[in-house]
């Protein structure tokens, strides 16, 4: 821990204090010397400025003179890169001299952070000057950390993953990758993955953001957020649900409160927390934790029984609203407060914000999604705002604020155990379409996996893969369980159920770790042998693009090679993919530069190649380069620039980007919007279910985008629908040419998204139409466990009494695993679990700290802000039970016997019955202090314990999403 300041010695203190002497500092307390440290050390304080005014003026004040000479030396050179922390993607201005990192600043030029950065962003110089970062290769070698060479490494880590693959087949290894990847790492590593063999391949977007990718996708076609960071200063009523932009996004919170400075607009904020972010509400709504479709159907109740909907835009836009009238119809006021316990005049009040103070915008976090029920409440949120009318339109939207640098960008480039990049899913037909991007036989691909069946089927996801290692082998969907794991950039943290993780951990074969900071994983456990952690380069140290919540990509410079020993991750990629044996294959389309390192730009441009179905095509290297050189340019509101060499573009570009670099589309800011050109960024909603259901025409109803030669709905192109069209013959003989060789005896079954040529979206395009047709948004998903979105109650619900009406979905079989909430919450209902363990837990972020921790408790600026893990309980609460504020306390979960010590945060931010932990810490288990089972000088100044070591099982459905969110638990004095 670090120490407080208020307990230090006074500095002037002593002998020579005592005379007025001076205190040298010593050299560490030099170079950590703040303008804090430097005023008490001065004495001066409020009073001694104050008295700086009685002393002789002439010795203070002397004439300024300009000097003779300019020192030399070096010149500074200025490098912009993007912040590594949330998916805000703040621009940072880095200092470097002579090779060496010397200062930054917030980049004022950039549109999205506007000159500004938060705390995190404001250190992040320290990520590339960390000395506790892993500075070399190290293996466990009998329980000790020995330092070994890159060589021996890759080497022997090789063989021992060849030799599992031989004995037990490539499903038996989890790849495990990060958010905090560029893009282009990203997609390399989920190629890897491919040509291993292998979909069990994922990173932290199924612990955030899975549930929204599903629920917004099979609502109104692509699971991104539609709006952008800087509309929201159009909105007129901001409503955010589940998310705490204050503390979680900082740099976001100043779009929402332009907006609602310049617009007046009221703020809702609903959350069972009263978080900094509800500290700026003109309107704060308490739930539940876990009853989020309530509190949303019963806002619709009222808009429904009040006529406040928009009914023209649900006629010619939306599918299947009267289904979701008819469950809305049961959430009357009464029902709604028995369940959620929100007042039913209360939420008639935000009801009537939402349909009244228009445009208005529903953000929400992890507060949403991290539940059994998160692609339902995801669902229910894009609903509310269909039938406000408040999607493809400015200062509207459904806007999902994510996590992680990279999460948006990482998830749409296939770190998903259930597709390959740009969502195309894993039916053989877009296997085959990989296979030509990448040029290589479609039939060596089916061969690197164990069964085709296999090669089609979802992976193991992060939440589940210690289950795939502890699990009987006949309860694991595929050959073998899992026996090696390898970690790029991920912490060993962040799962439920911690205790079981750790065993299984204990039993993996092999455990790779690739990552600055050693995580959690090199603590946790009693490992002794066939541990590696290698030493992997921030994105600092590299080049490339990452895509920020809004969807726009952003370049970002090498600010300076990789320190110590250290490697980009797609140099660790290829060093992996030689020695196992098809890097030849992997890279036939990506040179590799001198040093053996693949080009960044080469693997981008591949992406262009083969990513149609989300428009990641038009974003060459050269255009994003173009983008963060005349920042400036762009329009802070709008993102658009009316001048110089960019002039016309939205920034970065905002997928989909349609067609090639040279054809020049500006991205699209707001997805659906019918109010411009497709070639100007507009569109409907994405055709992607059909025509009709039972009879019931999906297409839109009269209404398309301007200058479109459809003024009705249309389907998805393909080359059926242009020859049906009479538009084929404006193909040219090229693109005609590749469409036939991909078609062949099937050429109208070849799509906008399979057609290499890019011609089929050129052409549409050429006529006003959108590529992915003009649907009408699905209120109703029948492809979902519940077509309609259902309130279920929590596993480990603190209400037994309404399970009865709102029990979870049935136990199922599904990501290769079973899946038993049911079961679970049965059997907690059975034992009086909730009598036992008699509070909501629930959990969130701090302004200090991201993800797992280990990066940011490791940055000394960072760690002195927040040095301590702490438990949120209520005064009435911590009366009751006699825990005094500041006191150490043990948390209890209800399964592993698992406990936490923490100091307890006595606080009305929560509720009676409810208490509050940040996620971030960890290097604490269950009471024992782990220190010192890091490798020397790489563990984390701040230590705590993991608030997941006592959360629960539960998943959703869709997703396999973990319901960190809200569970039981037990408080007592330590």
């Given at each position: 821990?670090?120490?407080?300041?208020?307990?230090?010695?006074?500095?002037?203190?002593?002998?020579?204090?005592?005379?007025?002497?001076?205190?040298?500092?010593?050299?560490?307390?030099?170079?950590?010397?703040?303008?804090?440290?430097?005023?008490?050390?001065?004495?001066?304080?409020?009073?001694?400025?104050?008295?700086?005014?009685?002393?002789?003026?002439?010795?203070?004040?002397?004439?300024?003179?300009?000097?003779?000479?300019?020192?030399?030396?070096?010149?500074?050179?200025?490098?912009?890169?993007?912040?590594?922390?949330?998916?805000?993607?703040?621009?940072?201005?880095?200092?470097?001299?002579?090779?060496?990192?010397?200062?930054?600043?917030?980049?004022?030029?950039?549109?999205?952070?506007?000159?500004?950065?938060?705390?995190?962003?404001?250190?992040?110089?320290e990520?590339?000057?960390?000395?506790?970062?892993?500075?070399?290769?190290?293996?466990?070698?009998?329980g000790?950390w020995?330092?070994?060479?890159?060589?021996?490494?890759?080497?022997?880590?090789?063989?021992?993953?060849?030799a599992?693959?031989?004995?037990?087949?490539?499903?038996?290894?989890?790849?495990?990758?990060s958010?905090?990847f560029?893009?282009?790492?990203?997609?390399?590593?989920?190629?890897?993955?491919?040509?291993?063999?292998t979909?069990?391949?994922?990173?932290?977007?199924?612990?955030?953001?899975?549930?929204?990718?599903?629920?917004?996708?099979?609502?109104?076609?692509?699971?991104?957020?539609?709006?952008?960071?800087?509309?929201?200063?159009?909105?007129k009523?901001?409503?955010?649900?589940?998310?705490?932009?204050?503390?979680?996004?900082?740099?976001?919170?100043?779009?929402?409160l332009l907006?609602?400075?310049?617009?007046?607009?009221?703020?809702?904020?609903?959350?069972?927390?009263?978080?900094?972010?509800?500290?700026?509400?003109?309107?704060?709504?308490?739930l539940?934790?876990?009853t989020?479709?309530p509190?949303?159907?019963?806002?619709?109740?009222?808009?429904?029984?009040?006529?406040?909907?928009?009914?023209?835009?649900?006629?010619?836009?939306?599918?299947?609203?009267?289904?979701?009238?008819?469950?809305?119809a049961?959430?009357?006021?009464?029902?709604?407060?028995?369940?959620?316990?929100?007042?039913?005049?209360?939420?008639?009040?935000?009801?009537?914000?939402?349909?009244?103070?228009?445009?208005?915008?529903?953000?929400?976090?992890?507060?949403?999604t991290?539940?059994?029920?998160?692609?339902?409440?995801?669902?229910?949120?894009?609903?509310?705002?269909?039938?406000?009318?408040?999607?493809?339109?400015?200062?509207?939207?459904?806007?999902?604020?994510?996590?992680?640098?990279?999460?948006?960008?990482?998830?749409?480039?296939?770190?998903d155990?259930?597709?390959?990049?740009?969502?195309?899913?894993?039916?053989?037909s877009?296997?085959?379409?990989?296979?030509?991007v990448?040029?290589?036989?479609?039939?060596?691909?089916?061969?690197?996996?164990?069964?085709?069946?296999?090669?089609?089927t979802?992976?193991?996801?992060?939440?589940?893969?210690?289950d795939?290692?502890?699990?009987?082998?006949?309860?694991?969907?595929?050959?073998?369980?899992?026996?090696?794991?390898?970690?790029?950039?991920?912490?060993?943290?962040?799962?439920?159920?911690?205790?079981?993780?750790?065993?299984?951990?204990?039993?993996?074969?092999?455990?790779?770790v690739?990552?600055?900071?050693p995580?959690?994983?090199?603590?946790?456990?009693?490992?002794?042998?066939?541990?590696?952690?290698?030493?992997?380069?921030?994105?600092?140290?590299?080049?490339?693009t990452?895509?920020?919540?809004?969807?726009?990509?952003?370049?970002?410079?090498?600010?300076?090679?990789?320190?110590?020993?250290?490697?980009?991750?797609?140099?660790?990629?290829?060093?992996?993919?030689?020695?196992?044996?098809?890097?030849?294959?992997?890279?036939?389309?990506i040179?590799?530069?001198?040093?053996?390192?693949?080009?960044?730009?080469?693997?981008?441009?591949?992406?262009?190649?083969?990513?149609?179905?989300?428009?990641?095509?038009?974003?060459?290297?050269?255009?994003?380069?173009?983008?963060?050189?005349?920042?400036?340019?762009?329009?802070?509101?709008?993102?658009?620039?009316?001048?110089?060499?960019?002039?016309?573009?939205?920034?970065?570009?905002?997928?989909?980007?349609?067609?090639?670099?040279?054809?020049?589309?500006?991205?699209?800011?707001?997805?659906?919007?019918?109010?411009?050109?497709?070639?100007?960024?507009?569109?409907?909603?994405?055709?992607?279910?059909?025509?009709?259901?039972?009879?019931v025409?999906?297409?839109?109803?009269?209404?398309?985008?301007?200058?479109?030669?459809?003024?009705?709905?249309?389907?998805?192109?393909?080359m059926?629908?242009?020859?049906?069209?009479?538009?084929?013959?404006?193909?040219?003989?090229?693109?005609?040419?590749v469409?036939?060789?991909?078609?062949?005896?099937?050429?109208?079954?070849?799509?906008?998204?399979?057609?290499?040529?890019?011609?089929?979206?050129?052409?549409?395009?050429?006529?006003?139409?959108?590529?992915?047709?003009?649907?009408?948004?699905?209120?109703?998903?029948?492809?979902?466990?519940?077509?309609?979105?259902?309130?279920?109650?929590?596993?480990?619900?603190?209400?037994?009494?309404?399970?009865?009406?709102?029990?979870?979905?049935?136990?199922?079989?599904?990501?290769?695993?079973?899946?038993?909430?049911?079961?679970?919450?049965?059997?907690?209902?059975?034992?009086?679990?909730?009598?036992?363990?008699?509070?909501?837990?629930?959990?969130?972020?701090?302004?200090?700290?991201?993800?797992?921790g280990?990066?940011t408790?490791?940055?000394k600026?960072?760690?002195?802000?927040?040095?301590?893990?702490?438990?949120?309980?209520?005064?009435?609460?911590?009366?009751?039970?006699?825990?005094?504020?500041?006191?150490?306390?043990?948390?209890?979960?209800?399964?592993?016997?698992?406990?936490?010590?923490?100091?307890?945060?006595?606080?009305?931010?929560v509720?009676?019955?409810?208490?509050?932990?940040?996620?971030?810490?960890?290097?604490?288990?269950?009471?024992?202090?782990?220190?010192?089972?890091?490798?020397?000088?790489?563990?984390?100044?701040?230590?705590?314990?993991?608030?997941?070591?006592?959360?629960?099982?539960?998943?959703?459905?869709?997703t396999?999403?973990?319901?960190?969110?809200?569970?039981?638990?037990?408080?007592?004095?330590?």
């Open positions: 821990m670090l120490m407080r300041k208020r307990d230090r010695r006074d500095a002037r203190s002593g002998a020579l204090a005592a005379r007025g002497g001076a205190v040298p500092l010593a050299p560490a307390e030099r170079r950590a010397l703040d303008r804090r440290d430097f005023l008490k050390a001065s004495g001066v304080s409020a009073a001694g400025i104050g008295a700086l005014a009685a002393l002789p003026r002439e010795g203070l004040i002397r004439r300024a003179s300009a000097a003779t000479e300019i020192p030399s030396g070096p010149p500074i050179e200025i490098r912009k890169s993007i912040c590594t922390h949330c998916s805000v993607g703040c621009t940072v201005r880095a200092e470097v001299q002579n090779g060496v990192w010397v200062g930054q600043e917030p980049a004022f030029e950039s549109p999205i952070n506007l000159g500004t950065h938060c705390a995190k962003g404001a250190s992040v110089r990520i590339a000057h960390g000395d506790r970062r892993i500075k070399y290769p190290i293996k466990r070698i009998g000790e020995v330092r070994v060479s890159w060589e021996q490494a890759i080497d022997e880590i090789g063989d021992t993953l060849l599992i693959r031989e004995e037990s087949g490539p499903d038996s290894v989890f790849w495990l990758g958010a905090k560029s893009n282009e790492n990203a997609y390399l590593y989920r190629k890897l993955a491919a040509f291993w063999g979909n069990s391949v994922d990173h932290q977007a199924r612990i955030c953001h899975s549930t929204t990718v599903a629920g917004v996708a099979n609502t109104v076609g692509y699971g991104a957020m539609t709006n952008s960071f800087n509309d929201i200063t159009n909105s009523c901001i409503m955010i649900m589940g998310g705490n932009p204050a503390e979680a996004h900082p740099i976001s919170m100043q779009h929402v907006g609602k400075e310049r617009n007046h607009a009221r703020l809702i904020v609903v959350d069972p927390r009263f978080t900094r972010t509800a500290a700026h509400a003109t309107d704060y709504v308490r539940r934790p876990g989020d479709i509190v949303i159907w019963g806002m619709l109740w009222h808009i429904f029984e009040n006529g406040w909907e928009d009914a023209e835009y649900i006629r010619t836009r939306v599918f299947g609203m009267d289904e979701v009238r008819a469950e809305v049961r959430w009357t006021p009464d029902e709604v407060e028995r369940v959620s316990g929100v007042p039913g005049e209360h939420l008639r009040h935000i009801a009537w914000l939402m349909s009244h103070e228009k445009p208005s915008t529903l953000i929400w976090c992890m507060g949403a991290q539940k059994t029920v998160g692609t339902a409440n995801v669902r229910a949120y894009t609903i509310l705002q269909l039938a406000l009318g408040n999607i493809g339109v400015a200062g509207g939207g459904a806007n999902i604020f994510r996590g992680h640098s990279n999460v948006q960008g990482a998830t749409d480039l296939g770190l155990v259930t597709t390959l990049p740009a969502y195309y899913g894993l039916q053989e877009s296997w085959r379409h990989w296979a030509r990448w040029d290589v036989d479609y039939d060596w691909m089916v061969s690197r996996f164990a069964t085709k069946e296999l090669m089609e979802k992976g193991i996801p992060t939440t589940r893969w210690f795939a290692v502890n699990y009987p082998a006949e309860d694991v969907a595929q050959p073998g369980k899992i026996r090696g794991m390898m970690v790029f950039g991920h912490g060993g943290n962040t799962v439920v159920r911690m205790p079981e993780a750790v065993e299984g951990m204990n039993n993996l074969d092999l455990l790779v690739c990552d600055p900071h995580t959690t994983f090199a603590a946790l456990g009693d490992r002794r042998e066939n541990t590696w952690l290698l030493p992997a380069a921030t994105q600092f140290e590299i080049r490339g990452r895509t920020a919540s809004n969807r726009s990509l952003q370049w970002a410079d090498e600010v300076l090679p990789p320190i110590f020993e250290s490697k980009g991750d797609h140099e660790t990629m290829y060093l992996l993919a030689r020695k196992l044996g098809f890097a030849d294959e992997m890279f036939k389309r040179a590799i530069e001198e040093g053996g390192i693949p080009s960044i730009e080469d693997i981008l441009r591949e992406i262009n190649r083969g990513t149609w179905s989300i428009g990641y095509t038009g974003q060459s290297p050269e255009r994003l380069k173009l983008h963060m050189e005349y920042q400036h340019l762009f329009d802070p509101e709008t993102l658009r620039a009316s001048e110089g060499p960019v002039a016309g573009d939205y920034y970065g570009l905002p997928w989909p980007c349609w067609g090639t670099p040279e054809e020049g589309h500006p991205g699209t800011p707001i997805l659906y919007n019918l109010n411009l050109p497709v070639a100007e960024g507009g569109g409907g909603f994405r055709a992607r279910f059909g025509v009709e259901r039972e009879g025409p999906l297409l839109a109803e009269g209404v398309s985008t301007p200058g479109s030669d459809l003024q009705d709905g249309y389907p998805e192109f393909t059926a629908v242009l020859d049906r069209l009479g538009w084929a013959g404006e193909l040219t003989d090229t693109e005609r040419a469409i036939d060789r991909i078609g062949g005896d099937k050429v109208e079954d070849v799509s906008w998204t399979t057609d290499l040529s890019g011609g089929i979206q050129r052409v549409a395009i050429a006529h006003g139409c959108s590529p992915y047709g003009n649907s009408k948004a699905r209120a109703l998903a029948w492809n979902l466990p519940d077509p309609v979105p259902m309130h279920h109650e929590p596993i480990y619900t603190p209400r037994p009494d309404l399970l009865a009406d709102y029990p979870t979905l049935p136990d199922r079989v599904d990501f290769r695993l079973p899946t038993i909430n049911l079961t679970v919450q049965m059997r907690a209902a059975e034992l009086g679990i909730a009598s036992e363990f008699p509070f909501i837990l629930t959990s969130g972020r701090l302004v200090e700290y991201e993800g797992g280990e990066e408790r490791s940055n600026w960072l760690s002195e802000l927040q040095q301590e893990a702490f438990i949120e309980i209520n005064p009435a609460d911590a009366a009751r039970l006699g825990i005094e504020n500041r006191r150490m306390v043990w948390m209890h979960g209800p399964e592993n016997s698992a406990r936490i010590l923490a100091r307890a945060m006595v606080t009305e931010r509720a009676e019955g409810v208490l509050f932990m940040p996620f971030h810490f960890g290097g604490f288990w269950m009471g024992a202090d782990l220190r010192g089972r890091y490798p020397a000088g790489t563990d984390p100044i701040v230590l705590g314990e993991s608030v997941n070591t006592v959360t629960t099982y539960g998943y959703d459905p869709v396999a999403m973990q319901e960190t969110k809200v569970t039981l638990a037990r408080i007592v004095p330590a």
